[in-house]
């Protein structure tokens, strides 16, 4: 199915790796145009060496300063002006009691995963108004609707992302920017793998085992009974970023195996 994007111009953060990068790579095979930005250079350089010509730019950047992010939007500006923001820049952040999280370990993750995403729409969102067509598309994870009390942080910056969503989609799905989410779940990744290798070593187990029984004690909805890939999740996030999704708007679309009970989102 054609995406309806060639020549588009997509801006992709946390690109350099996981799910930003196999979206990346989905909308290169469309046609769209790829700046990337991540943290490091040298990984967007190994990145955009994957992607080959579709990269018209990259810039490392720290999204949590305002600085960052108008020096990146200033590079972008230089492309034409972003069509699409798939942002995908997170991070996990600390693990534990709720009440024994820091002020810092609650600012840290608030910063970057929520502050970030309203940073760059701050940025981009009105480029696409004057243009009269535009995608957003956050990462919102299964933690916004159904949370854990070990990943209290996360859930937090997740569930604020989820509302925002909503809320930017109503004054600018009308001019023409679509604002949506995609809600993945235990994902195959460097992040996952951590978890796993911990748990198997905590549980004296195979890592097979330890995710095997993270599914059943910790993820009993997954039905799927494995790990997603990045490439599944791609494929949901290309969409929402295409011209086929052109009646969708403020939603949170699930790539999770099952994970969440809920019906609702």
Known sequence: ??????????????AAGGIGLATARVLAEDGARLFLTDTSEDALAEAAGTLGHSVVGSYAADLTDD????????????????????????????????????NDDWFACWNT????????TRALVPGMVEKGWGRVV??????????????????ASKAALLSYTKALSLPYGPKGVLVNAVMPAFIESPMTDGMMDKRAEALGVSKDDA???FL?????YL?????????EVAAVAALLCSDRASFTN????????????????
Request: charged fraction near 25%.
């Open 211 to 213: 995710i095997k029984s």
């Open 67 to 102: 600085d960052a992010v108008a020096a990146l939007t200033e590079r972008i500006g230089w492309k034409g002006g972003a069509d699409i923001l798939v942002h995908m820049a997170g991070i996990t952040g600390a693990k534990g009691d709720p009440l024994e999280m820091s």
């Open 216 to 220: 059943d004690e910790e993820r009993p």
């Open 223 to 231: 039905s799927l009974k494995r790990r997603g890939q990045a490439d």
């Open 250 to 265: 403020g939603s949170a679309w699930r790539a999770d195996g099952g994970a969440v009970a809920a019906i609702n989102t």
């Open 1 to 14: 199915m054609k995406l309806n994007i060639d020549g588009r111009l997509a801006v992709i953060s946390g």
């Open 138 to 155: 956050f990462t919102v994870s299964e933690n916004a609707v159904q949370p854990y009390p070990d990943e209290a942080v996360y859930n």
């Open 113 to 120: 995963n929520f502050m970030s995403a309203v940073r760059m």
